[in-house]
């Protein structure tokens, strides 16, 4: 990471949403990781629920939080994986209007480096909706510390060089 001390950090307001049909909020490890760095980075954290594996109503919590206009990030956690109830990914694909592919193949770079080729099973993916950011994040402890410390805690500080996400916050509603 080349921080740049010259420029100013901006904190973002983000959204953590775990994706499970067992976790309760007294279980929720990967959710308190989450919130726990986007917090320690300096950042707002200023919504967190669990919401079912069901794409429908991940679509609808998704779409509300994209029309709130104090959350400029959103980061899930859970239901990511291959089996039937893992719906994340298509709940992202009924509210995006881009891909960032490039998150999804960098974090599998990183997961082989904990997990070996396990990482193939993996469908982290990130998003953008109507100007916000959306980014799914396998829902083990471990997957969640390797999309933070190895890309979002970067990506989402304003003064990372050569450019980072934050930047582009006000132009990404442009057409």
């Known amino acids: 990471m080349a921080i740049d001390p010259a420029r100013e950090f901006r ?6 949403l775990t994706v499970s049909d067992t976790r309760t909020p007294e279980t929720d490890t990967s959710g308190d990781i989450l919130a726990e760095r986007v917090k320690g980075a300096g950042h707002k954290l200023v919504a967190r629920a669990i919401e079912q594996d069901d794409a429908s109503l991940l679509a609808d919590r998704l779409n509300t939080w994209i029309d709130d206009p104090t959350i400029d990030v959103i980061v899930t956690t859970g239901g990511t994986g291959l089996t039937g109830r893992d719906v994340t990914p298509e709940a992202f694909d009924q509210v995006k209007d881009k891909d960032i592919p ?8 990183i ?3 904990s997990i070996g080729t396990s990482t193939v099973q993996s469908r982290a993916c990130a998003v953008v909706a109507r100007g916000t950011y959306l980014f799914a994040l396998p829902g083990s402890n471990g ?3 390797d999309g933070w410390d190895g890309i979002l805690v970067e990506q989402l500080d304003s003064r990372n060089r050569p450019c980072n996400f934050v930047d582009l916050l006000p132009r990404l509603r442009e057409t």
């Open 102 to 109: 490039g998150f999804g193949e960098l974090f599998r770079m």
């Open 143 to 145: 997957a969640v510390k």
């Open 111 to 113: 997961s082989y480096r």
């Open 11 to 16: 904190a973002v307001n983000i959204a953590v």
